[in-house]
C-alpha cells in the first residue's frame, strides 16, 4: 500500500497560481502512476492531470494547458502547478497512485489516494 500526503492547497484569488504536492511513501515512487482528481461538491471525482512512472503525462481536455504534472523521484513527490486559476476550479484536490502501472484515467484505476486538501478560489 502507497501512502499519499497531499499540501499546498488554500485560498486564491481567480487568475492565480497553487501548487500542489503529494509525497508518497511505501513503494518504489519511481514504479508508480501517478494522478491528480478534484471533486467539487455535489459532482464526481474527476480526473486532472496524470503521469506515468516513465514521466508521460496526461490531461483533462478542459483545463485548456493551465495545469502542469511533475514528479521527483529523488524526493517521492509528484506535484500540480496551477496557473490562471478560475472559480470553477474549486474543490477538493486528490492525489492518487496506481502500482498496478494501467496507465488510467478513472478513479478505480488507482488504489492509493491521499487524504485531499481544498482549493478554493474566489472570484
Known amino acids: 500500500q502507497v501512502q499519499l500526503v497531499e499540501s499546498g492547497g488554500g485560498l486564491v484569488q481567480a487568475g492565480g497560481s497553487l501548487r500542489l504536492s503529494c509525497a508518497a511513501s511505501g513503494r518504489t515512487f519511481s514504479r508508480l502512476d501517478m494522478g491528480w482528481f478534484r471533486q467539487a461538491p455535489g459532482k464526481e471525482r474527476e480526473f486532472v492531470a496524470g503521469?506515468?512512472?516513465?514521466?508521460?503525462?496526461r490531461y483533462a481536455p478542459s483545463l485548456s494547458g493551465r495545469f502542469t504534472i511533475s514528479k521527483d523521484n529523488t524526493k517521492t513527490t509528484v506535484y500540480l502547478q496551477m496557473n490562471s486559476l478560475k472559480p470553477e476550479d474549486t474543490a477538493v484536490y486528490y492525489c492518487a497512485a496506481d502500482a498496478a502501472l494501467r496507465g488510467g484515467i478513472l478513479p478505480s484505476n488507482f488504489g492509493s489516494w491521499g487524504q485531499g486538501t481544498q482549493v478554493t478560489v474566489s472570484s
Open positions: 503521469i506515468t512512472w516513465r514521466s508521460n503525462t
